[in-house]
């Protein structure tokens, strides 16, 4: 049988800013620990394994958590209530993380990431408010039941001496003391985190708001005009990535970057494609663009990979010219160009799927994009 611990009244003021801030910390962490280990750890860089660490790292917060709610108090309401916004917070540390770290902002599949993010976000909120009951079920089960002092309680056993002019507690001998508690310095930590809970939190929600704000700034909105412009040309719009220079021998902490494709239609109306990828984020280190010649499946998407053929022509274009064919499209004569090189050097699918190297990225492409050029949109 579980013992009593004796604790202070319990006062929540601050409990749910506090329980929202650790929970929006603990989501960040997990997800930064978990892109860290999957980047540098390629044994476990696979769906099944990633989604076992994934979950696991997810789950110990909560628990964690409520594990320490259950030494300051065990009230049932306190507890759902904090597991609800601790879970809620969590799922938004989460979600942060992702918009903020998001190659492309986010502008794939807006629809479809919105339900993402509710969904997550209901089971979150409903799985800390689960991990936290647990918590508490196994701390009164199997270590000690949390009791607040009501001013006769021993301190030592948790007996009820039923009046405070009770000296001596009956079932332990203990000399009243209704001023002593075990686990001070817990007390005295919480205490001092409920009081600097709401600006804490205050810091943090601004944080995540500032950085999502930088992330639509310099990420979403370059991409959705890329999207845009693309779209009226007919283009298929899909995520893929751009591969980093030292692909196939990457080293631990290389990644491929995201990058948004648009498999624009060759202009001699064959299977051929010309495929565009594009690095929204001015501070990527990946080439801002990378154009190619390429054949893709019908429709193209970003789980059936392109095929850059052989000989490849491809391109890599700098950040300027990138930004004027985000905005503008390609110029009708590069089209002509990068079409007449392909059949110059008898270009076929190479057969290969997967991830590859645009290894003869050689295609001069600023002789066609005069200052005064008109653009194919």
Partial sequence: MSSLRVVP?????????????????????????????????????????????????????????????????????????????????????????????????????????????????????????????????????????????????????GYDRGTPSVAICPECATPADPTRFRAVGLLTLASMAHRVARPVAA????????????????RTVPAARFIRTFRTAGAHISRWFITPPNWPNWPPGTRCASAIGAWLPFPDGSDRVVLVLYAPDENAPEPAMQIAVAAGPAPPSRHAPPDFGSPQVAADLPRPLAERVARNGLPAEFLRAITAEADAGNWKPAGATGIHLITDAAFDPAPYFPPEESFVR
């Fill in 203 to 218: 810091v943090l929600l601004f944080i995540s708001l500032v950085a999502a704000a930088h992330t639509f700034a310099t």
């Fill in 9 to 157: 009244p319990y006062r929540p003021r601050g409990l749910l800013p506090l329980a929202a801030a650790l929970g929006e910390v603990s989501g960040v962490l997990t997800l930064a620990l978990f892109v860290w280990l999957t980047t540098n750890y390629r044994a476990i860089d696979t769906f099944v394994s990633g989604l076992i660490v994934l979950v696991h790292l997810a789950l110990l917060p909560p628990l964690l958590g409520g594990f320490l709610l259950s030494h300051l108090t065990q009230q049932p309401r306190l507890t759902t209530r904090a597991g609800l916004v601790f879970g809620a917070g969590q799922a938004f540390g989460f979600l942060v993380y992702t918009f903020a770290t998001s190659e492309t902002g986010g502008v794939i599949g807006v629809g479809v990431n919105l339900i993402i993010a509710l969904t997550v976000l209901a089971l979150f909120t409903l799985l800390g408010c689960g991990l936290f009951h647990v918590a508490r079920f196994v701390t009164r089960s199997v270590l000690f039941v949390t009791v607040e002092q009501t001013g006769t309680l021993c301190h030592r056993c």
